[in-house]
């Protein structure tokens, strides 16, 4: 079992940055990533990351802009998030796995545990 915590959220306007925080506990994972969910949408991928090689996968819409950083003796996962846009308002959600079918950085059932989402709001 992993636990997730997620912080860091919150408003801010258009052009602004956040970072998110992820603090994992119990099992070690193997991979860990961040989703968002806005009102009315299904959950999406943002970005993915192995830990063991530090592999990470960023979706398009957010390349550029986002990225993601790790302390170790933390166990903490980063999300930092800069040139916010309207857009980017939703909800973030944390994501690990331990060991399982790898179906892709931004494929939800490829992850067995799960935050409980930090809300993210971007106003213009």
């Known amino acids: 079992q992993v636990q997730l915590v997620e912080s860091g959220g919150g408003s801010v306007q258009a052009g602004g940055s956040l970072r998110l925080s992820c603090a994992a506990s119990g099992n070690k994972p193997d991979g860990m990533g961040w989703f968002r969910q806005a009102p009315g949408k299904e959950r999406e991928g943002v970005i993915g990351?192995?830990?063991?090689?530090?592999?990470?996968s960023i979706a398009d819409s957010v390349k550029g802009r986002f990225s993601i950083s790790r302390d170790k003796e933390k166990n903490t996962l980063y999300l930092q998030m800069n040139s916010l846009k309207p857009d980017d308002t939703a909800m973030y959600y944390c994501?690990?796995?331990?060991?399982?079918?790898?179906?892709?950085?931004?494929?939800?059932?490829?992850?067995?545990?799960w935050g409980q989402g930090t809300q993210v709001t971007v106003s213009s």
């Open positions: 994501a690990a796995r331990t060991t399982g079918q790898w179906y892709g950085p931004f494929e939800m059932k490829s992850y067995h545990f």
């Open positions: 990351y192995f830990l063991g090689s530090g592999v990470t």
